[in-house]
């Protein structure tokens, strides 16, 4: 790549996916919006994702508003939102917010829409609570179908709990390690790793659950992992041969 296509390539991620106040808001509008907000800005945002003209999968998207944002302000073409027990039908308790309102938005209230989708029919897979959506109950076939589903070169953006700090979280016992070999056994190359640390006060009761564990690992209270889903030979031959299809 040129340094001219890596300068546009550049502009492109670092363009403001969420922007822009809603028009008169009403208040409890207003705060969802800047809490979607806050949430991009920390969990994804830092990793520069491409947005722009892409099909992005929001995974355990809560009421769909963040992602909304990316498809009406952002630049995705599309955005597919999957969240059990979602709360973003219709306009609720007089709420500006209303997501058939968006072309290009697709919300859905079970996760049986991700077996659904054809493989390689989206360009980013966010999720912003990994541990919390999936059971531990086949974990690995559910990383293995989302990164069936991400066309070659496409991105993932997980976050992920870790046991360290929190029995509760990362499943009682996932520190940064496992869920690294987890990933990478998926087929994903990890692009970046982001780690969030808790308080060195919970070392002890860190280093109980995990003695065999460095500091590091212990004290991770959750994890945010760029992902990329790598190209194979056959693909790239198929490359060579039609021209790249992405995003036409």
């Not at 929190?166 to 990478?184: E, H, K, N, S």
């Amino acid at each position: 790549m040129s340094l001219v296509e890596r300068t546009r390539d550049l502009a492109r991620r670092a363009r403001a996916a969420v922007a822009g106040r809603p028009a008169a808001p009403d208040p409890r509008d207003l705060a969802a919006w800047e809490a979607a907000v806050a949430l991009w800005h920390e969990v994804f945002e830092p990793f520069s994702p491409l947005i722009e003209d892409g099909e992005v999968l929001e995974l355990g998207c809560a009421d769909g508003r963040m992602l909304g944002a990316l498809v009406k302000q952002g630049g995705a073409r599309r955005g597919i939102g999957i969240a059990e027990a979602a709360q973003w039908k219709g306009q609720a308790d007089g709420a500006v917010w209303n997501s058939g309102a968006i072309a290009g938005l697709e919300l859905h209230d079970s996760l049986d829409r991700l077996e659904g989708l054809e493989p390689g029919t989206v360009d980013l897979v966010l999720c912003r609570d990994l541990d919390g959506l999936f059971p531990l109950d086949g974990l690995e076939e559910r990383l293995a179908r989302i990164h069936a589903v991400i066309r070659p070169g496409g991105e993932a953006i997980l976050r992920v709990g870790c046991a360290g700090p929190d029995a509760g979280a990362g499943y009682g016992f996932m520190t940064p390690t496992a869920w690294t070999a987890l990933v990478t056994r998926a087929g994903f190359e990890i692009v970046a790793r982001r780690h969030v640390w808790a308080d060195p006060a919970r070392q002890p009761g860190a280093a109980r659950r995990l003695p065999q564990a460095s500091d590091d690992e212990r004290l991770t209270a959750d994890l945010r992992l760029h992902l990329v889903r790598p190209w194979e030979s056959w693909e790239l031959d198929r490359v060579r041969e039609f021209g790249d299809q992405r995003r036409r």
